[in-house]
């Protein structure tokens, strides 16, 4: 198989690039290195350094004709969407057109599988949250990411280019930084590091569904044969606090940790939980680490490299 990441030098791309060449894959790698790393990128790996939004990077899907097409490249900071509004549609809307575009050109390729996020659904007060729950995002980024996903839709009818939209919970896991798309984990551990205090926004109540990056990348892998015009939750259905995550933290760390409190942040969902019943039938797949065994392997990467 020929497949292309894009955003494959980032977090979750570089080590989806990985598992795939493990596999015998053929990776290209379309990165612009805002926020990736070519260190962390396969050595077997073929690395275009291009913007997705580039007339350059559809000229390679075409000139490559991939088998599949993983479209994990974005501007991932919630913050800096609301911020930068404009820049933010630029990159996830349209970046993803000019994806969509060069792979119907392309001919080649069977399938897109799209990163989308949780952050579609917005302040959902539910406690666990499915594929058919209504979307209302609060931040540009969930807005934008929810449009790119109906823009890959209509690509579909339109000119039947078929996909599978991943909608993930919050993923962590080595590699992740602190900025850009960086979790909560990730803010924490640089935080630990540098022997800083960990700020905690609110009162740390607000939950999320953790689910560590490996989990997500074998998602992405059974996606390829699988789920074939579906949007797929892939989480963990397990809810963890801000507050809960500080204890485990505090337990791998070995001592004591401080922290100091802010008020919440713009744009920031309190709660979220997404069930992962349609994975588990569409994908066969299922999450196989557990968030303190998780958090464990990122603390030893991130604090102990």
């Known amino acids: 198989m020929k497949a292309i990441v894009t955003g494959g030098a980032g977090f979750i791309g570089s080590h989806l ?31 275009h350094t291009v913007d997705i939004c580039s007339e ?15 479209h994990l490249a974005a501007q991932a900071d919630v913050s800096r969407s609301i911020l930068e509004p404009q820049y933010d549609a630029d990159v996830n809307i349209n970046g993803t057109i000019n994806i969509l575009k060069a792979c119907h050109e392309s001919s080649s390729v069977s399938k897109l599988i799209f990163s989308s996020t949780s952050g579609v659904y917005g302040n959902l007060q539910k406690d666990l949250i499915s594929e058919d729950d209504l979307t209302g995002p609060i931040s540009y980024y969930g807005l934008s990411k929810l449009t790119a996903e109906a823009y890959i839709r209509l690509f579909h009818q339109l000119y039947g280019l078929p996909y599978t939209i991943l909608r993930y919970g919050n993923v962590y896991g080595p590699r992740q930084t602190a900025k850009g798309e960086g979790g909560v984990v990730a803010v924490f551990l640089e935080k630990l590091k540098k022997g800083m205090p960990l700020s905690i926004h609110g009162d740390g109540e607000q939950t999320r569904d953790f689910i560590y990056v490996k989990d997500i990348v074998h998602a992405n892998i059974a996606s390829v044969d699988r789920g074939n015009q579906e949007t797929i939750q892939v989480s963990t259905a397990q809810k963890t606090s801000v507050n809960q995550l500080l204890k485990m933290l505090t337990q791998i760390h070995g001592s004591k940790v401080n922290t100091v409190h802010s008020a919440g942040r713009t744009g920031d969902i309190k709660h979220s939980c997404l069930d992962n019943r349609k994975a588990r ?3 066969n797949w299922y ?9 464990s392997e990122t603390y030893t990467f991130s604090c102990r490299k």
């Not at 990985?18 to 926020?35: F, P, Q, R, T, Y």
């Not at 350059?56 to 993983?70: C, H, Y």
């Not at 196989?288 to 958090?295: S, Y």
Request: proline share 5%; hydrophobic share 45%.
């Open 287 to 295: 999450p196989k680490t557990d968030i303190f065994n998780g958090l």
């Open 281 to 283: 039938q569409s994908l």
């Open 17 to 47: 690039v990985e598992e795939l060449i493990l596999n015998g894959a053929e990776v290209h790698v379309l990165d612009n290195m805002i926020s990736g790393h070519t260190e962390y990128v396969h050595p077997n790996a073929i690395i």
């Open 56 to 70: 350059v990077a559809g000229q390679i899907i075409v000139r490559e004709k991939p088998d599949v097409v993983f």
